[in-house]
């Protein structure tokens, strides 16, 4: 007998999740919801509601986050500006976005750490891999900030090098774009979506990955 309102269970629901540990790249830009730039609290809120229903699933979570939506190191703001400069600059912006990300999981009923390639000590807890994985078996949710804490190497690089580092089972990639190009997609309306592509096929085109540059 169906009871109305009663919650839906699967019938043979999974005994341990696909993936015990992922890593999760969110662009600076996923923050800023509709917003022309900034961090929209909505957007951030829904993002931690989805974090955690993955989290109570007994699923390991971290995450490396960008920080385009506050500054890009190859923007127009960046203009003439030394590039390792601008990178570092946009190092701290992903900082930014890591605390404000932190401060609504923690309201939200999870309990997360900031550790950030740069050492900002008073700020947030340097990078330390054993500490990263010892938060991870204990539940917590882990943000990365500071990119590999140096310039000229993307935030997706960071992604992949923390999630080998701590030893995700999985690195997962979230931006306004559903996949990869073969230009931006929001600015190039011809632009199409591979639906399959390889290592060396990327290398050797000019494609457009939806992501962020250092600075992220």
Same mark, same amino acid.
Do not use: W
């Given at each position: 007998m169906k009871v109305a309102g009663a919650p839906r269970t699967e019938l043979n629901p999974p005994a341990h999740p696909a993936?015990? !540990?992922? #890593? #999760?790249?969110?662009?600076?830009?996923?923050?800023m919801g509709s917003d022309a730039f900034g961090i929209n609290r909505e957007t951030v809120d829904r993002i931690v509601g989805e974090v955690k229903e993955v989290s109570e699933l007994g699923v390991q979570v971290g995450i490396v986050i960008g920080g385009g939506n506050i500054f890009r190191g190859?923007?127009?703001?960046?203009?003439?500006?030394? !590039?390792? &400069?601008?990178?570092?600059?946009?190092? #701290?912006a992903t900082v930014i976005n890591a605390l404000a990300l932190q401060d609504a999981m923690n309201r939200g009923g999870l309990v997360a750490r900031v550790q950030s390639a740069l050492s900002i000590e008073p700020v947030v807890e340097p990078y330390i891999r054993g500490k990263a994985i010892r938060y991870l078996e204990e539940g917590k949710i882990v943000i990365f900030a500071a990119g590999t804490g140096n310039p000229f190497f993307t935030t997706d690089t960071a992604a992949a090098l923390r999630g080998r580092e701590v030893e995700?089972?999985?690195?997962?990639?979230?931006?306004?774009v559903d996949g990869v190009y &073969?230009?931006?997609?929001?600015?190039?309306? &011809?632009a199409t979506r591979y639906t399959k592509l390889t290592f060396d096929e990327a290398s050797s085109r000019s494609t457009c990955f939806p992501s962020s540059r250092m600075g992220p």
């Amino acid at each position: 007998m169906k009871v109305a309102g009663a919650p839906r269970t699967e019938l043979n629901p999974p005994a341990h999740p696909a993936y015990p !540990r992922i #890593l #999760l790249k969110l662009s600076g830009e996923a923050l800023m919801g509709s917003d022309a730039f900034g961090i929209n609290r909505e957007t951030v809120d829904r993002i931690v509601g989805e974090v955690k229903e993955v989290s109570e699933l007994g699923v390991q979570v971290g995450i490396v986050i960008g920080g385009g939506n506050i500054f890009r190191g190859v923007s127009q703001g960046a203009a003439g500006m030394d !590039r390792a &400069t601008a990178d570092y600059m946009g190092m #701290l912006a992903t900082v930014i976005n890591a605390l404000a990300l932190q401060d609504a999981m923690n309201r939200g009923g999870l309990v997360a750490r900031v550790q950030s390639a740069l050492s900002i000590e008073p700020v947030v807890e340097p990078y330390i891999r054993g500490k990263a994985i010892r938060y991870l078996e204990e539940g917590k949710i882990v943000i990365f900030a500071a990119g590999t804490g140096n310039p000229f190497f993307t935030t997706d690089t960071a992604a992949a090098l923390r999630g080998r580092e701590v030893e995700a089972n999985i690195v997962l990639k979230a931006t306004k774009v559903d996949g990869v190009y &073969t230009a931006d997609p929001m600015k190039d309306k &011809t632009a199409t979506r591979y639906t399959k592509l390889t290592f060396d096929e990327a290398s050797s085109r000019s494609t457009c990955f939806p992501s962020s540059r250092m600075g992220p």
